[in-house]
């Protein structure tokens, strides 16, 4: 099993959707992790960080169940913008190295 | 505002040819690495270090070399190109793996004949 499991997608929605990429991770002594944006053919960038509380920066919204070893990204009222591959990352026990998912693409269409 | 500076953008190797792909921050960044992207396969970790003369091993190492004299740079070596070398590599940093905040180059596509 990989470190760190998505859906690769894609996701196409209209303009305005609410969209949720959901991704699991096997260690369960992970304890930290972030989601980061990857346009088409540039770098990853870091999105957000994802607290156990549960976190939101405007329309996005991020949250970790530790029980069930997954984290979401919930995006609200799509933007065409938002187009772009969004990665789940997890913090490897060692605290040493960032383990990235493979990636769920999103496409926003008008 | 450099950040993180890689070069070659591109480069097309010959199978057995080595090469080094270069790596600045300018943001004195204590840690650095490596990725690999492949389609398919997503971003993986070939190399990293906490600091200067401190290197490991990611999770695909084989191939590759590195070497951290200074805070600043992380080359990367091809010690003998091979057509699975084919990819895209980010060279990253942070002021640490932990806070989560990688800082990428704009990537080094390299094609192996």
């Known amino acids: 099993r990989k470190e760190v499991e998505q859906d690769p997608g894609p996701f196409n929605v209209p303009e305005g959707a609410t969209v949720a990429f959901n991704c699991t991770y096997s260690?369960?002594?992970?304890?930290?992790f972030f989601w980061y944006r990857q346009d088409c053919r540039k770098e990853p960038k870091l999105l957000m960080s994802?607290?156990?509380s549960g976190n939101e920066d405007g329309r996005f919204t991020a949250q970790l169940n530790r029980a069930s070893q997954y984290i979401s990204l919930l995006i609200r009222d799509s933007k065409l913008s938002d187009s772009a591959t969004y990665l789940c990352?997890?913090?490897?026990?060692?605290?040493?190295?960032?383990?990235f998912g493979k990636g769920t693409t999103l496409s926003v269409s008008s | 505002n450099a950040g993180v500076t890689q070069t070659p953008k591109f480069q097309v190797l010959k199978t057995g040819q080595s090469m080094t792909l270069q790596c600045a921050q300018d943001?004195?960044?204590?840690?650095m690495s490596w990725y690999r992207q492949d389609p398919g396969m997503g971003l993986r970790l070939i190399h990293y270090?906490?600091?200067?003369?401190?290197?490991d091993q990611g999770e695909v190492p084989n191939g590759y070399n590195v070497s951290r004299s200074t805070t600043e740079d992380f080359p990367l070596r091809l010690l003998s190109a091979a057509p699975s070398q084919t990819s895209v590599y980010f060279c990253?940093?942070?002021?640490?793996?932990?806070?989560?905040?990688?800082?990428f180059g704009e990537g080094s596509r390299l094609t192996v004949l």
């Open positions: 990253a940093s942070g002021a640490s793996a932990g806070t989560g905040e990688l800082f």
């Open positions: 260690n369960s002594a992970s304890q930290s």
């Open positions: 994802v607290y156990s």
């Open positions: 990352v997890v913090l490897n026990q060692a605290g040493t190295a960032l383990i």
């Open positions: 943001m004195n960044h204590e840690y």
């Open positions: 270090s906490v600091g200067a003369g401190i290197t």
